[in-house]
T-cell receptor, first 115, second 114 residues
Framework: KAGVTQTPRYLIKTRGQQVTLSCSPI?????VSWYQQTPGQGLQFLFE???????NKGNFPGRFSGRQFSNSRSEMNVSTLELGDSALYLC??????????????FGPGTRLTVT | GENVEQHPSTLSVQEGDSAVIKCTYS??????FPWYKQELGKGPQLIID?????GEKKDQRIAVTLNKTAKHFSLHITETQPEDSAVYFC?????????????FGAGTRLAVHP
C-alpha cells in the first residue's frame, strides 16, 4: 500500500502571501490530521478531519484552515503568512472505524519557508 | 492542560549498548502512547505503541513500558545499531472515537557510535 503523500515537498513564500498544502492519505484511511513541526515548538497539532468535517482543532490562529474532500484527501491553507509560519507541515492519516482511534501514519511533510 | 515531557533531549551511546528514553504525561485520560522515529528529511515513523491496559510491550529490540499510576512511559532499545540514530518522539492520546489528537514530547536525539 502506498503511504501518505504530501505535495509540494518544499515551498518558499513571501510574508503576506497565502499557501495551500495537499495531503493524500493511505488508501482506506478516513481521518487526516495536520501537525506543525518547528525547532522551537516541536510537533504541534493543528486540526483533524474525518468524513469532510473538522473534528478536532489545536491552538492555532484562524489563518490556519483546512478541508477534506469526499475521497479523504485533505488540504491545509495558511493565509497572510508570517515569518514564524516557517516550519515542516506534516500530515498523518489513520484508519478509523466507528469504535475508536487507530494508529496515525505520517507523510514526509512539506517544508515551508517564509521570507 | 495536556503536556508530555520527554528526557533526555540528547543521548549518545556506543553500538551494542542499550538506550532508554522516558516520558511523563499530564492528562490522566490518556490511554494510548505511541513512539515515533524521525530520520533526517523524513516524517515521523511509528515504531511501537502501547495502550493502557498493558504494562509492557516488546518488538524485537524495542520495548515500551507504562506506569499509569505515575503517568510515566519509557522506550527501551537494546543492542543499538548505527541505523538507530534518529530523533525519537513519544506521544500521548486518548483512545476513543472522535478524539484523534497526539500530544508529543519534545524529542530525543539519539546518536549510536560504531
Amino acid at each position: 500500500k502506498a503511504g501518505v503523500t504530501q505535495t509540494p515537498r518544499y515551498l518558499i513564500k513571501t510574508r503576506g502571501q497565502q499557501v495551500t498544502l495537499s495531503c493524500s492519505p493511505i488508501s482506506g484511511h478516513r481521518s487526516v490530521s495536520w501537525y506543525q513541526q518547528t525547532p522551537g515548538q516541536g510537533l504541534q497539532f493543528l486540526f483533524e478531519y474525518f468524513s469532510e468535517t473538522q473534528r478536532n482543532k489545536g491552538n492555532f490562529p484562524g489563518r490556519f484552515s483546512g478541508r477534506q474532500f469526499s475521497n479523504s484527501r485533505s488540504e491545509m491553507n495558511v493565509s497572510t503568512l508570517e515569518l514564524g509560519d516557517s516550519a515542516l507541515y506534516l500530515c498523518a492519516s489513520s484508519l478509523e472505524g466507528g469504535t475508536g482511534f487507530y494508529e496515525q501514519y505520517f507523510g514526509p511533510g512539506t517544508r515551508l519557508t517564509v521570507t | 492542560g495536556e503536556n508530555v515531557e520527554q528526557h533526555p533531549s540528547t543521548l549518545s551511546v556506543q553500538e551494542g549498548d542499550s538506550a532508554v528514553i522516558k516520558c511523563t504525561y499530564s492528562d490522566s485520560a490518556s490511554n494510548y502512547f505511541p513512539w515515533y522515529k524521525q530520520e533526517l528529511g523524513k516524517g515521523p515513523q511509528l515504531i511501537i505503541d502501547i495502550r493502557s491496559n498493558v504494562g509492557e510491550k516488546k518488538d524485537q529490540r524495542i520495548a515500551v513500558t507504562l506506569n499509569k499510576t505515575a503517568k510515566h512511559f519509557s522506550l527501551h532499545i537494546t543492542e543499538t545499531q548505527p541505523e538507530d540514530s534518529a530523533v525519537y518522539f513519544c506521544a500521548a492520546s486518548r483512545l476513543s472515537g472522535g478524539y484523534n489528537k497526539l500530544i508529543f514530547g519534545a524529542g530525543t536525539r539519539l546518536a549510536v557510535h560504531p
